[in-house]
């Protein structure tokens, strides 16, 4: 299965992996450091969603858009919110 989906999963990792990344850090930052500002950040995201997008874009051509490759691609473009806040 994961062979067969790999750049599915490749995607969702990027996502899923960048948002924790991401989190954690800001609440390291926040709770010991008292950093409020974190618009430096923005810019991770952001690239974090076009590699996301374009992973998940081949798993719909490689995989013959399968439910897991359209999921990857939904949560990608939608990962763009979590960054942008």
Do not use: C, N, P
Request: charged share 10%; glycine share 8%.
């Amino acid at each position: 299965m994961i062979r067969r989906h790999l750049w599915s999963i490749l995607s969702l990792l990027v996502s899923v992996g960048t948002s924790l990344a991401i989190g954690s850090y800001t609440q390291y930052q926040y709770r010991y450091h008292h950093v409020t500002d974190f618009s430096h950040l923005s810019v991770l995201g952001s690239l974090a969603v076009v590699v996301s997008v374009l992973t998940g874009g081949v798993g719909v051509f490689k995989e013959r858009a399968s439910v897991i490759s359209l999921i990857a691609v939904t949560l990608g473009v939608f990962s763009v919110v979590f960054y942008s806040v």
